[in-house]
């Protein structure tokens, strides 16, 4: 098992290239959250659980914040994954390191101090992760991404699930890939954005290794079947 996989790993560097497959609870039942962790664990599950906290302000839709993030903490023994869709993330992202998240992602679009964020946030006892919206250049934050273990690279527009993929951003994840490649970088290289049984293995193939899905697992019958039909895509 890749040593990411697991919350004892705080702290080590995340670098092998296994995949993780991470459900989006915003699709989810958010009145019984509880149940909807449980119904993607298990054998072949869910490797993370990604928790979309957004502001309406940095994005133009309000989920959940820190009070959830700390009742989730409870409930679920998965590894949460805040992507934090807000303004002033030097503010509020360590609150969820603190509440026992594994990996906090501030947008590189709103972080105001992006080098101190990602130690504030190991200081915490967290992953650190950069997100890139669309049209965020990745050779702009080659050198902050140094200090950071997660990149998510958005394959949507932030804001809502149930969008399409862009195929255009499959350009970034192959120079990203590269630079883990060549060790200039030692991130994951997440996708979050339209994920499905079909977009899955166009990111995988463009060097993706930890993939968020939100509708393609929380829409489907059997979300459980669902997270160990988009594992067994990526690895063939
Ligand atoms: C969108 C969120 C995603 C969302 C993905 O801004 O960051 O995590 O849940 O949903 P799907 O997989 O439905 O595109
Ligand atoms: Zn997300």
Redesign the pocket.
């Known amino acids: 098992m890749c040593a990411h996989r697991s919350p004892s790993a705080v702290g080590t560097r995340l670098t092998c290239v296994a995949s993780l497959i991470a459900p ?1 609870i ?1 699709s989810a039942d958010f009145a019984h959250l509880a149940d909807e962790a449980a119904a993607v664990s298990g054998g072949g599950g869910a490797d993370w659980l ?1 928790v ?1 906290v957004m502001d309406n302000h940095f994005v133009p839709n309000l989920t959940l914040g820190l009070p959830v993030v700390k009742s989730l903490r409870a409930a679920t023994d998965l590894p949460l994954d805040c ?1 934090l ?1 807000i303004d002033d993330p030097d503010r509020w992202a360590v609150g969820f390191a603190e509440a026992g998240a594994y990996n906090v ?1 501030v947008h590189a679009e709103a972080v105001a101090d992006p080098v101190s964020m990602a130690l504030d946030l190991r200081a915490a006892g967290a992953k650190a992760g950069l ?1 890139l919206k669309p049209g965020t250049d990745l050779d702009d934050w080659v050198e902050v991404l140094r200090d950071y273990d997660t990149l ?1 690279i ?1 394959t949507v527009e ?1 804001g809502f699930g149930g969008q399409s993929f862009m195929p255009e951003m499959m350009d970034k994840v192959r120079r990203a890939r590269t630079m883990v490649q060549t060790g200039h970088l030692t991130v994951v290289v997440q996708v ?2 339209g994920i499905n049984a079909d977009t899955i293995a166009i990111a995988a193939e463009a060097g993706a290794d930890c993939f ?1 899905a ?1 509708s393609a697992v929380y829409d489907a019958q059997d979300p459980l079947a669902a997270v160990r039909a988009l594992r067994r895509t990526v690895e063939r």
């Open positions: 989006s915003l990604h979309d992507h869709m992602t997100s998510l958005m932030p979050d954005g968020v939100g």
